[in-house]
C-alpha cells in the first residue's frame, strides 16, 4: 500500500525550479505554495541561481531533478532599463536562453512571466494574447525578445503568462509605496492618463499553481492574467489611501507633469478571457485584493 502511494506520488509529482525566488513574484509563490501539495517547488534565489551562469542549473539538476522551471527571476526596474539596456536584455532574454537551451535538453517545461508592457497603449480595446506587440521602452523591448525566444523552442511545454500592475506584501510595489507615502503626506500627485488592471501577485500564483494542478496550464503558450477591474494610477492610490485609513488627498496629474524615463502604455488592459472561459479560473476583483494586501501588511506591521 505504502509502495503504491510512493509510486502514484512519483509518477504525478509535479516538480518544478523556481527562479527569482526572493523578488516579489518569487515570495508569492513561496506564501501559496503550501495550498499545493501536490507540487513540489525548489526556491532559488539570485545567489543559489543567477541564470546569467547556465553551469549552476546543471549542478541543481543533479543533484535534485526537476520537472519544470518557473521563470521569476527578472530585470524589472522599467526606468533605469532605458540607461542600462545592455543589463535589461542580459536578464530578460539572453539569461532566458540559457534556461531554454538546459531544458530542452532535460525535457523540461518552462512557465515564464511577461509584461502589458510588450503593447504600447494605443488601443481602445483590452489586448488579446495574439494583439500586436509594440513595446514604448526598453523593458518591454527585453521582454518581448524573452517572449519570442520561448516561442520559437522545442521545450516540452512553455507557459507565458503575461500580467500588469503587480503588487502584493513583498518588494517594491505600489501599494507599500502608496501606503507608506500616505502615512507621511498630506497630498500625493499621482497620474491619472494611464489605466491598467492592478494584480494582486497571491492571486495570480494561486491561478498558475491551480493550472499546474489540473495540467491545463500547456494548453496556451500565451496567457493573460490580472485581477479584475480597471482603473487610473491616481484611481489606485485613492483606493490605497482609503483602505487604510489615511486622510492624505490623491490629486491627478497627467503623464507629461510627470515625466519619467521611460514612456508607459496609456491604456494596459489585458484581456482575460482565455483563463477566465476556456481554463475556468476566477479572477478577483483588484480592489477586494487590495483589501487582503492591506491587511497583511498591517499585521505584519509593515506599515
Ligand atoms: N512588478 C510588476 O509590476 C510586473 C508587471 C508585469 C509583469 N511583471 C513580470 O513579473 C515577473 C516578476 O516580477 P517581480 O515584480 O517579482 O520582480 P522583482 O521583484 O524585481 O523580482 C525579480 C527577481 O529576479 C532576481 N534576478 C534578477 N536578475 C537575476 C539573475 N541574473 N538571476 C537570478 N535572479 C535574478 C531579482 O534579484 P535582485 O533583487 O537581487 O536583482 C529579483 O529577486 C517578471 O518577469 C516581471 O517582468 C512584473
Known amino acids: 500500500m505504502r509502495l503504491t502511494f510512493l509510486i502514484f506520488t512519483l509518477t504525478f509529482m509535479n516538480s518544478y525550479l523556481v527562479t527569482g525566488a526572493v523578488g516579489q513574484l518569487g515570495q508569492c509563490f513561496q506564501t501559496v505554495a503550501k495550498e499545493f501539495p501536490e507540487i513540489n517547488l525548489f526556491f532559488t534565489s539570485r545567489n543559489e541561481l543567477d541564470i546569467t551562469r547556465s553551469e549552476t542549473l546543471e549542478n541543481l539538476f543533479s543533484k535534485n531533478p526537476f520537472d519544470g522551471?518557473?521563470?521569476?527571476?527578472a530585470y524589472t526596474v522599467v526606468d533605469q532599463a532605458e540607461k542600462e539596456e545592455?543589463?535589461?536584455?542580459?536578464i530578460n532574454s539572453e539569461a532566458l536562453q540559457n534556461l531554454i537551451a538546459f531544458a530542452e535538453e532535460k525535457k523540461l517545461s518552462i512557465i515564464h512571466?511577461?509584461?502589458d508592457y510588450v503593447f504600447d497603449g494605443n488601443s481602445s480595446e483590452p489586448y488579446q494574447e495574439e494583439a500586436e506587440t509594440n513595446p514604448l521602452g526598453v523593458y518591454g523591448a527585453s521582454k518581448l525578445q524573452g517572449e519570442i525566444r520561448l516561442l520559437k523552442t522545442?521545450?516540452?511545454?512553455v507557459s507565458i503568462i503575461?500580467?500588469?500592475w503587480l503588487f502584493s506584501p513583498f518588494g517594491k510595489n505600489f501599494v507599500k509605496t502608496i501606503a507608506h507615502l500616505a502615512k507621511e503626506k498630506k497630498e500625493l500627485k499621482v497620474v491619472e492618463d494611464q489605466r491598467g488592471r492592478p494584480t494582486y501577485g497571491i492571486d495570480l500564483v494561486r491561478a498558475v499553481l491551480s493550472l499546474i494542478s489540473n495540467k491545463t496550464i500547456y494548453r496556451f503558450p500565451i496567457?493573460?492574467?490580472a485581477n479584475k477591474g480597471i482603473c487610473s494610477w491616481k484611481e489606485f492610490a485613492e483606493a490605497i489611501v482609503?483602505?487604510?485609513?489615511s486622510e492624505t488627498k490623491v490629486l491627478g496629474v497627467s503623464s507629461s507633469d510627470y515625466p519619467t524615463l521611460a514612456k508607459r502604455p496609456k491604456y494596459s488592459i489585458l484581456d482575460t478571457e482565455r483563463i477566465e472561459r476556456e481554463l475556468k479560473i476566477e479572477i478577483p476583483l483588484w480592489n477586494e485584493s487590495l483589501k487582503k494586501c492591506l491587511q497583511i501588511l498591517k499585521s505584519n506591521e509593515s506599515l
Open 69 to 73: 522551471i518557473i521563470n521569476c527571476a
Open 162 to 164: 503575461r500580467t500588469s
Open 86 to 90: 545592455e543589463s535589461a536584455f542580459k
Open 154 to 157: 522545442s521545450c516540452k511545454n
Open 223 to 225: 496567457l493573460h492574467y
Open 113 to 115: 512571466f511577461s509584461t
Open 242 to 245: 482609503n483602505t487604510s485609513g
